[in-house]
C-alpha cells in the first residue's frame, strides 16, 4: 500500500507528460493540415458528409485543421484544456467515421478512436497542478 500511496504524488508529473506527448503529437499531424490552405481545408472539410454536413467545408476543414495544431498546443501548456480537450473529441470522432466510412474498419479507425478516448477521459481528469489553468 506504501507504494501505491508513494506513486499517487506523481499523478501530476504523470499528465504533464501525458499532455506534452500528446499535444505535440497533435500539433505533427495537425500542422501539415493547416498549411494546406484552402484546398487541403476543402478535402478536409468534405468529411463532415458522413454526419450530413455539406456545407462550408473550407470551414470545416480548417476548423479540424485548427484544432489538431492549436489544440495540441493547449494541451502542451494545459490552457483552455477542457474545451480544447472537447473538440479534439469531435475531430476524433469525425476521423473515426471517416475510416469506417472508407471501409477501413475498425484496424483503420482505431487511432482516432484511440486518442478520442484519452482525450474524453483528459475533460474529467483536467490539466494537473503542472499547466497554466491551474496557475
Known sequence: MAILDSLGKYRNTGLLILRVGLGAMFMVHGFPKISGGVE?????GGSMKVIGIDFLPVFWG???AATETFG???LVLGLFFRPANIL???TMIIAALVHF????GLSGASHAIE???VCF???FIGPGKY???KK
Open 72 to 74: 495540441g498546443f493547449l
Open 40 to 44: 487541403g481545408w476543402t478535402g478536409l
Open 62 to 64: 480548417f476548423m479540424a
Open 131 to 133: 499547466s497554466i489553468d
Open 115 to 117: 486518442l478520442g478516448i
Open 88 to 90: 479534439l473529441v469531435f
Open 121 to 123: 477521459g483528459l475533460i
Open 101 to 104: 466510412g472508407k471501409g477501413d
